[in-house]
């Protein structure tokens, strides 16, 4: 039997017993030992806002349909950073290049479950580096995430950028920025989450409560505006500050998870009278200008280089680990009390 984590509606978290897989041919078997809750897309699940519960992406058209939701609930095994060690390798698999051996730690994206049966192909690479903490191995994604909007924010030395967000995956932004040469200006409504990004490289900190973001970012920028903000708490109202808070011609990367309809999002105002870029960053993929080098997968092994040459501390980021049988707690503080924790993860 295995564990896995599910959500039989909103707000209802269960951890069910089910049995396990048998292991078919192309495929490894991974005991998992983290998971990492994501506050940000696994949340909408969790509440009932994710569009996929009332609508389905049909990936020809490239659009939502509204005739059928494409996942209802029980939503089951949701999570996408986990690290485990591989028990079970098929048979066919020997010496395949790259392929973990049994006994190894690896890190990849099977949910939160107590065992993952993973295809080979997702797996090939994700060794864990050397002298890397387990736990650290549960950040690949999220750290990709960040990754992946610096890229598209397309920064350049001494520049002026504004992270607006300050959870896991901002704070990795505003370290992955700074390391990129920018001058970051770090935005959030938590007070002990700026007091963090500025340990992780943040020049100067905002709080989105003060009202006036806008003008103090251009205080700090000789009243130019930041030439790049990544917004990346998925907060329509966060979106049209970020707009608001660039200079004329400025980057906005949208790199959060947004729901719903867009409201305090005043397209006629600054964006129109300051011609600014809009730039989505998802990780489904890559900035098109980048596609001829970089790849989701180098991302990931990217960036969990980047920690395992200790230029990123996830560690210090790990504010709550718990036991997979309080998941409902887990998931409970993220969605009620988000001041009190950073990235939860869940122990097996």
Not at 204 to 228: I, M, P, S, W, Y
Not at 239 to 263: E, K, N, P, W
Not at 284 to 301: A, D, I, N
Request: with cysteine.
């Amino acid at each position: 039997m295995e564990r896995i984590v599910q959500f039989a509606g909103p707000r209802q978290v269960e951890v069910a017993d089910v049995a396990s897989e048998p292991l078919p041919p192309g495929h490894l078997r991974v005991r998992t030992r983290y998971s990492g809750i994501s506050a940000g897309t696994e949340l909408t699940a969790y509440r009932g806002t994710n569009p996929y519960l009332t609508r389905t992406w049909d990936p020809e058209a490239r659009l939502f349909r509204d005739d059928v939701a494409g996942i209802s609930y029980p939503v089951a095994g949701w999570g996408y950073s986990e690290v485990g060690e591989v028990t079970e390798v098929s048979p066919e698999l020997a010496g395949t290049p790259g392929l973990p051996s049994v006994g190894d730690l690896v890190w990849g994206i099977w949910g939160h479950r107590s065992e993952g049966v993973v295809p080979v192909e997702r797996m090939v690479g994700h060794t864990l580096p050397a002298g890397l903490e387990p736990l650290a191995g549960a950040f690949a994604r999220v750290g990709a995430i960040a990754y992946n909007a610096v890229l598209a924010a397309d920064i350049h030395l001494g520049e002026d950028v504004a992270v607006f967000g300050q959870g896991v995956i901002g704070l990795i932004t505003t370290r992955l920025a700074a390391l990129n040469g920018a001058r970051v200006t770090a935005v959030d409504a938590i007070d002990a989450r700026l007091k963090t990004a500025r340990a992780w490289g943040a020049v100067h900190t905002v709080n989105a409560r003060c009202g006036n973001v806008a003008e103090t970012l251009r205080e700090h920028t000789d009243g130019r505006g930041a030439d790049v903000a990544i917004e990346i708490s998925g907060v329509h109202p966060a979106l049209h500050d970020a707009i608001r808070s660039v200079t004329v011609g400025g980057r906005v990367v949208a790199s959060g998870f947004y729901q719903g309809d867009g409201i305090g999002l005043r397209l006629g105002d600054e964006f129109h009278h300051n011609r600014v870029q809009i730039v989505c960053s998802q990780i489904g993929g890559v900035p098109p200008q980048l596609s001829h080098r970089w790849t989701v997968e180098r991302l990931q092994r990217t960036f969990l280089r980047l920690v395992a040459e200790g230029r990123v501390d996830v560690r210090s980021l790990v504010s709550h680990t718990v036991p997979v049988a309080e998941a409902a707690d887990a998931y409970a503080l993220l969605d009620e009390r988000p001041a009190e924790a950073l990235q939860v993860v869940l122990e097996f």
